[in-house]
């Protein structure tokens, strides 16, 4: 049985996987803050990962797998991956690092694919990508890199929020000239699963195969949500279409794995 470690696993995105994998293999996974039913589960280990070091927690676990959902401080995050670069490169073991379609944010023109060259203007893109160019240094069966565009499902931290400005009558935030995909929580889970059981490598984009604009993703995912229409401020920041878009072209899922933005919105509610 495949041993896995999800660092950040009380989160949205590392929850949902530890869900996921728990029925089919030996799954521990970290949490940070103090958690009265996490700490009776012996699968969970509280971890701080700017205080502690993480080779201590891989040398007891010996994982084959390590998922990396984490957030938190970004130097902390980046001194983290590279210390388990470090235990990956001695181990047999691999890292799934999921990473972000920000990595693309400063290319506006055309949707982006695996092996495209990565190119931020924001802090959040450039620290993916730091720790995307540290993997890269890997032996190519000793990583995963999934670029993952916005995540939605119906507890999901960006459908919670949508759900609290409608209730308190804001005005939600929309850009009519951003192009995007995106994926459901649930599929993204599942689209590991696979990767971990087929033992894939290299670089992987987990989004909707077809695109959207931002806004009329909003607007469509509100519908369900609400009766009442909901107040929209559009956001303007380029005169033309702008994409941020990761699209499958080398490594492409089987369709069982594939998922369009009409099942997003539909599942989103579910």
Not at 54 to 74: E, H, T, Y
Not at 239 to 257: M, Y
């Amino acid at each position: 049985m495949k041993n896995i470690l999800i660092i950040g696993g009380s989160g949205f995105v590392g929850n949902a996987i530890y869900k996921e994998l728990a029925p089919y293999y030996s799954v521990h996974a970290t949490y940070f803050t103090d958690n009265k039913m996490l700490e009776k589960n012996r699968h969970f280990h509280q971890f701080d990962m700017e205080t502690e070091e993480v080779s201590i927690l891989l040398d007891q676990l010996k994982p084959q797998f390590i998922v990396s959902a984490l957030r938190g401080n970004v130097n902390g995050q980046i001194h983290l991956h590279y210390k388990i670069i470090e235990w990956v490169l001695k181990n047999d073991s691999r890292i799934i690092f999921l990473s972000s379609a920000n990595v693309f944010d400063r290319f506006t023109n055309f949707p982006s694919y695996e092996y495209d060259k990565t190119f931020s203007e924001s802090i959040y893109g450039r620290f993916k990508i730091k720790i995307e160019n540290g993997l890269l240094r890997l032996p190519n069966n000793k990583y995963l890199i999934c670029r993952v565009p916005m995540i939605f499902g119906a507890k999901s931290p960006r459908v919670q929020e949508l759900k609290k400005q409608i209730s308190a009558g804001n005005s939600i935030e929309v850009f009519p000239n951003v192009v995007i995909n995106a994926t459901h929580i649930d599929k993204l889970a599942q689209q590991i699963h696979y990767l971990i059981n087929r033992r894939r490598r290299g670089i992987f984009h987990l989004g909707s195969k077809d695109l959207i604009h931002h806004s009329d993703l909003i607007q469509d995912i509100c519908k369900k949500l609400t009766e009442q229409p909901p107040l929209f401020k559009n956001v303007f920041d380029s005169n033309e279409d702008r994409q941020l878009s990761v699209l499958p072209k080398d490594n492409i899922l089987p369709k069982h794995l594939q998922l369009t933005i009409e099942e997003v919105i539909n599942r989103t509610v579910i």
